[in-house]
């Protein structure tokens, strides 16, 4: 195995190293590909967008190439041509469904047939076994169209790995194999791993699997591949919560020829990225040089009618406690504790009952009596209720279809008095309640988000 097709085992093993099985931070949505929906830069996960989310994403990178290779009947370098400087853009929209489902369409070329024509491609992946967390595993294809020049005499052109048309690459070529690039097949396996606990808010996904077509395609080609792998493609990206919505997305991959990185920034749904093609070569020729673009995507969820939100970034100092144990444990106290001074106030759980606290003029929030630091409590202590916080279908931002309507998160989590709200129903496992009073069907939802912290969801 040659160095550069080392480097991503490399990665891989060493964010392998890095992670810990801490408490979980739950990747809102994967980032966008160059052209084949969700993923990473130009290669699929195991990951698909949830049902109904809808993206369109932009992609667009430059070549500068100081030559351009001449290659004879069977693929080897006879000469050389003029410098190459194009700026090649590319667009696609895909669909989630079912939230095992993820299809789509891509416009990779839209020249005129005098510099190859337009080229069109579909794609679609399976999840076979979707993964939140641990191993996930994911079936898929992706189509392109052939290239066709003006002239009509081009012969059987196939689609190159970078997406634009190339005479060069044709079907047959003696003495090698067939190129065949409209048709890549692959499987494709994910880790999910979440950041040291304590920590910022992060994940990390490591991603493996191995691909037909384009993903190997022209590896006899001596002025096509300097490095191949066969096949087998992977990458690791670490994702990061900002809060608000925000999420960071820092990738690489070997893509089977190319090693690539980039960045990707997640707005609420709005996605701007950059990237680099061909890290490892240090050449002039189009497919042996360093390529650099541009991205920009848009994601829906609940088919458009609100913009998919990345994970929510804890806040600070609270401490998120599991569900409660099924034996409740009474302890008795011969004394009444002392009472701290502080502001009182309470905190509405899920159940639909307060629990006191106190906030200190230090800042700390006191639970009790005994009047403990939340941030403080024993593992066995717990507060009661199921929360939203941590389920997927909240932190993607999806939304609730409840009494015959969908209903869309609004706004910010915030505290309510529970004297004044009552429990309407359930989703996710999780209660659904509404302003006392109320009549159906509800104008807004209050979903827990974690104990004090309530989510209004509209209608």
């Not at 081009?154 to 048709?183: C, H, I, K, M």
């Not at 990707?264 to 673009?293: H, M, N, P």
């Amino acid at each position: 195995m040659s160095e550069v097709t080392r480097t991503p085992a490399f990665i891989l093993l060493a964010l392998a190293f890095v992670v810990s099985p801490g408490a979980a931070q739950r990747v809102g949505t994967m980032p966008a590909t160059l052209r084949y929906g969700s993923g990473l830069i130009d290669i699929p996960v195991a990951l698909v967008l949830p049902h109904l989310a809808f993206t369109a994403t932009y992609s667009g990178f430059g070549v500068s190439a100081a030559e351009t290779v001449v290659p004879d009947s069977r693929g080897e370098t006879v000469g050389t041509d003029g410098r190459f400087e194009r700026w090649f853009s590319d667009g696609s929209l895909a669909l989630g469904l079912f939230d095992r489902v993820e299809v789509g369409a891509t416009l990779q070329h839209w020249a005129d047939r005098d510099r190859g024509g337009r080229i069109y491609g579909a794609f679609g992946r399976w999840a076979l076994r979707p993964a939140t967390r641990g191993l996930g595993l994911a079936a898929g294809f992706r189509y392109v169209t052939s290239p066709s020049f003006g002239d009509g005499d081009s012969g059987d052109l196939q689609p190159n790995r970078l997406g634009y048309p190339d005479w060069r690459v044709t079907r047959g070529t003696p003495g090698a194999e067939d190129f065949g690039g409209n048709f890549s097949p692959y499987v494709v396996g994910t880790l999910v791993f979440p950041g040291f606990a304590g920590s910022a808010p992060y994940d990390v996904t490591l991603h493996g699997g191995w691909g037909g077509g384009l993903f190997q395609a022209g590896r006899h080609l001596e002025f096509y591949r300097e490095t191949d792998s066969r096949g087998v493609f992977a990458g690791a990206a670490v994702h990061f919560g900002l809060g608000d919505h925000r999420l960071v997305n820092l990738m690489a991959e070997f893509n089977g020829f190319d090693a690539n990185a980039g960045v990707q920034i997640d707005l609420g749904g709005i996605r701007v990225g950059a990237f680099a093609l061909g890290l490892q070569y240090d050449g002039e020729t189009t497919f042996r040089s360093r390529k650099f673009g541009v991205l920009g995507s848009v994601a829906f969820c609940g088919g458009m009618r609100a913009l998919c939100r990345g994970r929510r970034a804890p806040a600070p100092d609270t401490v998120t406690l599991p569900a409660p144990p099924p034996d409740t444990v009474v302890v008795a106290r011969e004394t009444e504790p002392e009472v701290p001074e502080g502001t009182a106030g309470a905190l509405c759980l899920s159940t639909g009952e307060s629990v006191g606290i106190r906030v200190t003029a230090a800042g700390d929030t006191l639970v009790g009596p005994p009047w403990v630091p939340v941030r403080e409590l024993p593992p066995g202590l717990v507060f009661a209720g199921r929360y939203a916080e941590g389920h997927e279908w909240f932190e993607a931002g999806q939304p609730i279809r409840f009494d015959n309507g969908d209903y869309i998160q609004t706004g910010d989590p915030s505290p309510l008095n529970c004297r004044e709200i009552v429990r309407v129903g359930e989703h996710g496992g999780v209660p659904l309640f509404a302003v006392r009073g109320a009549e159906p069907p509800f104008s807004v939802l209050h979903v827990p988000v974690r104990p004090g912290a309530w989510q209004p969801y509209r209608r």
